[in-house]
C-alpha cells in the first residue's frame, strides 16, 4: 500500500532561516510520482513539483530545492533565506504508476515564519 | 485562465436540506475530482471523473452525489447530510487522469452542516 509520511507537523523558523520540510513515502511500486503542495491560508492548495521515480536529480526553483533520495524513500523540500508568504501548510503527496488517478497527501507540516 | 472556480465559498445547511456545490474550470482539462478535507488532515479523494465519466468513487456515501455535466463543469449535490460531513471540500483539475501532472485546485467550499 501506499503511504506518505511526513513526521513534522509544526515548524516554526525565524525569516531568513532556511528549513526544510521531511517527506518519507512507501510504495511497492517501480514506477511512482512525488509531489509538493502548498496551502495557503486561503485554502486552495497550490502545485509546486512533481517528481517521476526515475529522475533523482534534485532540483531548485528559486528559493525553493528539493533533494530526491530512493536508497531511504526521502523527498525533502528545503525553502533558502524563508520569508513570512511561505507560512502555510506544505504536504508531500504520492501517487503510483498503476493507479495513476489516486493522489495520497501526507498529513502536512505547517510552517510559521516568523517575523 | 488558470483558474478553478468553485461555488459557494461558504455553505450552512440543515440535515435535512439538498444543496449543491459547483466547480468551473476552463482550461480544456479531461479530468476532475472532488477531495474532502476536515480541519487540520490531508486532503481525501472522494471522486475522480475523466472525460466526463466516473472513474473513482472511494466508496463515497451516497448522500453525496456527483454530476459532470460537461468538461468544464463539475457539480456536488449534498442530500441528508450529517454533522460529521462539515469540511472544506475542494475540486480540482488536471489536463488527463492518467499520470496528472499536477492538479489545479480551486479554493475550496467550507461547509457546515448543523
Known amino acids: 500500500a501506499q503511504k506518505v509520511t511526513q513526521a513534522q507537523t509544526e515548524i516554526s523558523v525565524v525569516e531568513k532561516e532556511d528549513v526544510t520540510l521531511d517527506c518519507v513515502y512507501e510504495?511497492?511500486?517501480?514506477?511512482?510520482?512525488l509531489f509538493w503542495y502548498k496551502q495557503p491560508p486561503s485554502g486552495e492548495l497550490v502545485f509546486l513539483i512533481r517528481?517521476?521515480?526515475?529522475?533523482?536529480q534534485n532540483e531548485i526553483s528559486g528559493r525553493y530545492s528539493w533533494n530526491f533520495q530512493k536508497s531511504t524513500s526521502s523527498f525533502n523540500f528545503t525553502i533558502t533565506a524563508s520569508q513570512v508568504v511561505d507560512s502555510a501548510v506544505y504536504f508531500c503527496?504520492?501517487?503510483?504508476?498503476?493507479?495513476?488517478?489516486?493522489?495520497?497527501f501526507g498529513k502536512g507540516t505547517r510552517l510559521h515564519i516568523l517575523p | 485562465d488558470t483558474e478553478v472556480t468553485q461555488t459557494p465559498k461558504h455553505l450552512v445547511m440543515g440535515m435535512t436540506n439538498k444543496k449543491s456545490l459547483k466547480c468551473e474550470q476552463h482550461?480544456?482539462?479531461?479530468?476532475m475530482y472532488w477531495y474532502k478535507q476536515k480541519a487540520k488532515k490531508p486532503p481525501e479523494l472522494m471522486f475522480v471523473?475523466?472525460?466526463?465519466?466516473?472513474?473513482i468513487n472511494e466508496s463515497v456515501p451516497s448522500r453525496f452525489s456527483p454530476e459532470c455535466p460537461n468538461s468544464s463543469l463539475l457539480n456536488l449535490h449534498l442530500h441528508a447530510l450529517q454533522p460529521e460531513d462539515s469540511a472544506l471540500y475542494l475540486c480540482?483539475?488536471?489536463?488527463?487522469?492518467?499520470?496528472?501532472?499536477?492538479?489545479?485546485f480551486g479554493s475550496g467550499t467550507q461547509l457546515s452542516v448543523l
Open positions: 480540482a483539475s488536471s489536463l488527463n487522469a492518467h499520470n496528472p501532472e499536477k492538479l489545479f
Open positions: 510504495t511497492r511500486d517501480t514506477t511512482y510520482y
Open positions: 517528481r517521476n521515480s526515475f529522475d533523482e
Open positions: 503527496a504520492l501517487s503510483e504508476a498503476r493507479r495513476d488517478d489516486k493522489i495520497i
Open positions: 482550461m480544456g482539462h479531461r479530468a
Open positions: 471523473y475523466s472525460y466526463e465519466k466516473l472513474s
